[in-house]
């Protein structure tokens, strides 16, 4: 089984912006999302991926990804959607001996800019950034899932 151990937390100020490794623009909608599983299309500068993610247990969760066709995948959006999606810009930022991934995002999102670090095991350490304010890892309304009915400017 494959397992995702992330830590999520709110981006304070631009200071990771000397450290980006790469960026990628996303966008993404939910084809499923229930209490234990939600089923992801997304599309990342031509490169389609189905991801399908197990309800959260404290910061770990099972994650499974495919490739899929592009073609496929703009389908799944237009046709097994209601049309909303989640635009955001990816980057890959290091820290330390980590690369994490900051989403600033688009749209109904605007403003909302979030980093998360993968770790190894729960109490794997790491190294925090300066730009990293308040972990927010726990917190569903920062859930991408949560993010496309409940988005970040109607809070």
């Not at 709110?10 to 623009?25: E, G, P, Q, T």
Request: some cysteine; charged content about 25%; glycine content about 6%.
């Amino acid at each position: 089984m494959a397992i995702e151990i992330e830590r999520k937390f709110l981006v304070i100020n631009n200071n990771w912006k000397a450290h980006v490794v790469s960026s990628a623009s996303l966008k993404q909608a939910y084809l499923a999302t229930q209490p234990k599983v939600t089923i992801r299309v997304r599309i990342a500068d031509g490169i389609a991926q189905l991801n399908i993610k197990g309800a959260t247990s404290g910061i770990s969760r099972s994650e499974y990804e495919y490739d899929i066709p592009p073609a496929d995948a703009e389908e799944m959006l237009s046709q097994m959607t209601d049309g909303t999606v989640i635009e955001k810009q990816r980057f890959k930022v290091r820290c330390g001996e980590h690369v994490w991934d900051l989403d600033v995002f688009h749209g109904d999102n605007q403003g909302l800019v979030v980093a998360e670090v993968e770790l190894a095991s729960e109490d794997a350490p790491f190294e925090m950034p300066d730009w990293a304010g308040d972990e927010v890892s726990g917190d569903t309304r920062y859930y991408n899932a949560s993010l496309i009915t409940h988005p970040y400017n109607t809070w």
